[in-house]
């Protein structure tokens, strides 16, 4: 089974059901399998801190929310995830590439990688991440705790994990 | 008629739905003058008032009236193509547009300027709509209520505020007592 396939099997099983997503090469494989699935509702979004707009809006009607998204875009939703999705105590998995670690082709990635944990860990929010093929198998747990905590959780999967680009 | 006006007006129209309202004045005012727990106040994040308004009106069948303002339309601009192209007939976006940043000081936006958000939204592919003056707001909001499809209302008025009270209570409380409402 190809992880794409496997990360939303453990989307859809965890009634994930409404996902926002900002293009991304090395998420493009989940994207693709996030718009096949009937289960879930997948709406593009501009830009990251709208996408975590839709994402509160759908959890409030009902539907537990997901966002996927790049790593530079920690730098974009600061605001939005300490005054609205912690503000609020609202859960949000963020499945996020994470461009500029080993592998990385392009020099900017490099700069904002550096910064992403320290932010994350900053604001306070819990934080995974998928080196390892096998690593995915956690997932399952990651939502689960998401959805039990009411919080914003990170799952950053770095280009060794999708098997280089 | 300056925003808090058109509010007064409108209240008896907001109650029987579920109200997400835009931050700052607009969430004080609407709390001052007809708290209900249909509303859900803003109380950061300037902008995203649309963009909350559509998942919640895309996750569940009641009807979702969006207080925005021109300013924070203007903040999230890319907020208007994901509504034109991900319909809910079930959503109804305000926005109320007197050409200024009431909250922080009626500093004038772009709206009140060259710009016209009511040609940007048919630009960015909405379907329905609809530019009013402020004293026709309540028959043209009820009207889209009533057709049960998916209307950008961009009502004109001026720009003025009214003192309000912060807004105190606590997010979690808020949140909480709306999704109660939005369940019930």
Not at chain 1, 28 to 40: K, L, Q, W
Not at chain 1, 129 to 149: C, G, N, P, W
Request: aromatic fraction near 6%; charge should be negative.
């Amino acid at each position: 089974m190809s992880i794409s396939k496997q990360i939303v099997d453990d989307f859809v099983a965890n009634d994930i059901a409404f996902v926002t997503t900002v293009p991304c090469k090395q998420l493009g494989g989940v994207i693709e399998e996030v718009e096949a699935r009937p289960e879930i509702y997948h709406i593009p979004s501009n830009k990251e801190d709208e996408g975590m707009g839709l994402c509160a809006g759908a959890f409030m009607g009902g539907k537990r929310p997901a966002i996927i998204m790049q790593n530079t875009a920690i730098g974009v939703t600061i605001n939005t995830l300490v005054t609205l999705t912690q503000f609020y105590r609202m859960p949000l998995p963020m499945l996020i590439s994470f461009r500029g670690e080993l592998k990385e082709p392009v020099a900017c990635q490099a700069e904002m990688a550096i910064h992403t944990k320290p932010l994350l860990q900053q604001l306070g929010i819990p934080t995974y991440h998928f080196h390892k093929q096998d690593d995915v198998r956690e997932l399952d747990a990651i939502l689960k705790y998401t959805f039990m905590s009411s919080k914003p959780v990170a799952i950053l999967t770095d280009a060794t994990f999708w098997g280089g680009y | 008629m300056i925003r808090s006006e058109i509010l007064r007006e409108v209240a008896p129209i907001l109650r029987d739905q579920l109200v997400v309202c835009n931050i700052g004045l607009p969430s004080q005012e609407l709390h001052m003058i007809d708290d209900q727990p249909t509303n859900f106040y803003m109380l950061g994040t300037m902008g995203l008032a649309s963009s909350i308004g559509l998942g919640l009106a895309l996750s569940q069948p009641k009807t979702v009236v969006v207080i925005d303002g021109d300013g924070s339309v203007l903040t999230n601009l890319g907020t208007l193509p994901t509504i034109a192209n991900n319909v809910a007939d079930n959503y109804i976006l305000l926005i109320v547009d007197n050409g200024s940043y009431g909250s922080t000081g009626d500093q004038p936006t772009y709206a009140g300027k060259k710009t016209s958000l009511t040609k940007v939204a048919e630009a960015c592919g909405c379907e329905n709509v609809v530019e009013c003056r402020a004293e026709e707001t309540g028959e043209v909001l009820q009207k889209a209520i009533d057709a049960k499809r998916m209307t950008i209302i961009v009502c004109k008025c001026e720009s003025g505020n009214v003192k309000v009270p912060v807004i105190t209570k606590d997010p979690v409380v808020i949140r909480d007592r709306f999704m109660a409402a939005v369940a019930s």
